[in-house]
């Protein structure tokens, strides 16, 4: 079984940054990718941005292009999202999934494991 942790979420203000971790321990696949998702309230979750097991390749919505980062550390089994230039509109839960394989996909369908999910909230 996997598990994954999310953490680094809080409450900052419109144009401040905050690093989000997610932390894959238990049983991982000898190769997977990750990505981060994001729920508002009332809003279905959607994609934010992914990795591939490489790292070689980090599609992101349009929506935080240019200003959020995803990377990875495999030596610790984490994944993180640096968000730069934070906006009220990127108030949400934030959620860390992975899925076998090596190919970053915006497909939420097609993540085998998630977190619990941290809040993120941008005051204007």
């Known amino acids: 079984q996997v598990q994954l942790v999310e953490s680094g979420g809080g409450l900052v203000q419109a144009g401040d940054s905050l690093r989000l971790s997610c932390a894959v321990t238990?049983?991982?696949?000898?190769?997977?990718?990750a990505g981060w998702f994001r729920q508002a309230p009332g809003k279905e979750r959607e994609f934010v941005a992914s990795?591939?097991?490489?790292?070689?390749?980090?599609p992101y919505a349009d929506s935080v292009e240019g200003r959020f980062t995803i990377s990875r550390d495999d030596a610790k089994n984490t994944v993180y999202l640096q968000m730069n230039s934070l906006k009220p509109e990127d108030t949400a839960v934030y959620y860390c999934?992975?899925?076998?394989?090596?190919?970053?996909?915006?497909?939420?369908?097609?993540?085998?494991?998630w977190g619990q999910g941290t809040q993120v909230t941008v005051s204007s």
């Open positions: 990795i591939s097991w490489a790292g070689m390749s980090t």
């Open positions: 238990g049983r991982t696949f000898s190769s997977y990718a």
């Open positions: 999934a992975v899925r076998r394989g090596t190919i970053a996909t915006k497909e939420r369908r097609s993540y085998d494991y």
